[in-house]
């Protein structure tokens, strides 16, 4: 699949309705255009889609298959070369696959204008997180999250949900 048609399908999924793919794909034998070549690309750029007015988040491109970061990269350099659309990439760069770093380095230097390394304040991310239980709470979970070398927001997260869920059962 294309990059345009993987997105295209993502803002209208109602296009991917077996009734109006199997019309789309007559309308396109008609025309004399197999889906899923270029020719898809052809078609999807006459498409009333403003591609310069679009955002797209790729997030985890560590989590990429190992030897298939560069074939992604490829098609999303492309797709910015042609339909000016704005890119943004979420990667834990020191996880990406040893196979994988210098084709990673190649790439983030055409596609990657800025690069922000997020300083996580866990202690006020406590306090938001944790705000319906007692004042000192959130210093005591800090001091667990730092002392287990916890920088995942995720994980804290997900942790006070259950925390919260036991509180109101208590």
Request: include cysteine; hydrophobic fraction near 40%.
């Amino acid at each position: 699949d294309s990059l345009k048609q993987i997105i295209w399908n993502k803002l209208y999924p109602n296009a991917t309705h077996p009734i109006w793919t199997t019309i789309g794909n007559k309308v396109l034998k008609i025309l004399g255009i197999e889906w899923g070549t270029n020719d898809t690309d052809t078609v999807l750029g006459t498409l009333d889609v403003e591609w310069k007015n679009i955002v797209i988040c790729f997030d985890d491109l560590e989590r990429v298959s190992e030897g298939k970061l560069g074939d992604l990269l490829g098609h999303i350099n492309v797709f910015v070369e042609h339909s000016g659309s704005h890119i943004f990439f979420i990667c834990n760069e020191t996880k990406i696959h040893e196979k994988d770093k210098n084709i990673y380095a190649e790439y983030k230097e055409k596609l990657i204008r800025y690069t922000w390394k997020p300083r996580i304040d866990f202690n006020t991310i406590l306090e938001n997180l944790s705000n319906s239980f007692p004042a000192h709470f959130a210093e005591r979970l800090g001091y667990v999250y730092n002392r287990a070398k916890c920088k995942s927001i995720r994980i804290v997260k997900a942790n006070i949900e259950v925390m919260h869920k036991m509180w109101n059962v208590l």
